[in-house]
Each structure stands twice: as C-alpha cells, then as structure tokens.
C-alpha cells in the first residue's frame, strides 16, 4: 500500500524559509516521477516542482530559483526547500508519486496523493 505523508507547513513571514518533507513508503520512486503541488483557495491544484526517474528536476516559473526538489533514497524521503517565501506561496502542498510518464504540469497523471500540509504566507 502506497502512503505518502508531508510535514513542514507552517506560518512564516515574506521572505522565510521552510522546509517539506514527503515520507514515501510502498512505493518504487527511484523509478518514477514524484513532485509537489500545491493548490490555494478557489484555485486549481498546479505543479511546483517534479524529480524524474532520470534525476532531472522541473520547476514551474513562479517557483524557479527559490525553491529546490530533492530526495534522499536512503530516508525514502521528498523534499521541497522554499527560500523567499512570497504571500501568493500560501497553499496546501502535496506530494505525489507518479509513474515514468508523469508530468508535473498535469496533476492528474500522478497517482497517489499525500494529505497535503498548509504553507501560510504573511506579509
């Protein structure tokens, strides 16, 4: 059974840091795709960022350059690194686990989901 479990939300002012952490169990991402989404109030779930079974990463445009995707296999462990933490980053985050094709652009060719952990954002 494939689980997916974030940590790390909280409440920081512009220009912080936080750290997410996804604890993946049941799952062979070394060999697929694995990425954070985030969706805000009345919004639609986008793609932040995506680590890819090749060890490439992607990043969508309003997040490059602050933020960085990592995993450590030995932990079984996603992370997402947010620097200059902006009030329009204010949302729930999520980990997914995908599979070879995935594409963090379309959430919906990600299979599993994490509860998500809420990131808040103040000026």
């Known amino acids: 059974q494939v689980q997916l479990v974030e940590s790390g939300g909280g409440s920081v002012q512009a220009g912080g840091s936080l750290r997410l952490s996804c604890a993946v169990s049941g799952y062979g991402y070394s060999r697929n795709v694995m990425g954070w989404f985030r969706q805000a109030p009345g919004k639609e779930r986008e793609g932040v960022a995506s680590?890819?079974?090749?060890?490439?990463?992607n990043y969508a445009d309003s997040v490059k350059g602050r933020f960085t995707i990592s995993q450590d296999n030995a932990k079984n462990t996603l992370y997402l690194q947010m620097n200059s933490l902006k009030p329009e980053d204010t949302a729930m985050y999520y980990c997914?686990?995908?599979?070879?094709?995935?594409?963090?652009?379309?959430?919906?060719?990600?299979?599993?989901w994490g509860q998500g952990t809420q990131v808040t954002v103040s000026s």
């Open positions: 997914a686990a995908g599979y070879y094709y995935s594409d963090y652009r379309v959430p919906r060719t990600f299979g599993y």
């Open positions: 680590f890819n079974n090749d060890g490439s990463t």
